[in-house]
């Protein structure tokens, strides 16, 4: 198993920016994949950013130009550089690990709540 750790959610501002970050500890192993899922009120959960462990990074079209998925293999951390947020951003921000390869995992953190108002 895997476990997460988030950080960093808050509220802010439209136009401000937040720092999501999320530490990975347990069995790890290389060829994964770490991402960004966000839940909304009365919503799905929707992907925001995924970046694998070769640093091949994807993002939903709604946050392109304006955050930065990063991760630090060494540290097992991954990092959500969210800027010029806008009231839609607001959710609750989970955290993933995911191996398709065996051993398969699939893990999500806790949550982290972002709000931004207008």
């Known amino acids: 198993q895997v476990q997460l750790v988030e950080s960093g959610g808050g509220s802010v501002q439209a136009g401000g920016s937040l720092r999501l970050s999320c530490a990975a500890s347990?069995?790890?192993?290389?060829?994964?994949?770490m991402g960004w899922y966000r839940q909304a009120p009365g919503k799905q959960r929707e992907l925001v950013a995924r970046?694998?462990?070769?640093?091949?990074?994807t993002y939903a079209d709604s946050v392109k130009g304006r955050f930065t998925i990063s991760r630090d293999n060494a540290k097992n951390t991954v990092y959500l550089q969210m800027n010029s947020l806008e009231p839609e951003d607001t959710a609750v921000y989970y955290c993933?690990?995911?191996?398709?390869?065996?051993?398969?995992?699939?893990?999500w953190g806790q949550g982290t709540q972002v709000t931004v108002s207008s």
């Open positions: 347990g069995n790890i192993f290389s060829f994964n994949a």
């Open positions: 993933n690990y995911n191996r398709v390869l065996a051993p398969r995992i699939d893990s």
């Open positions: 970046i694998t462990s070769g640093g091949y990074a």
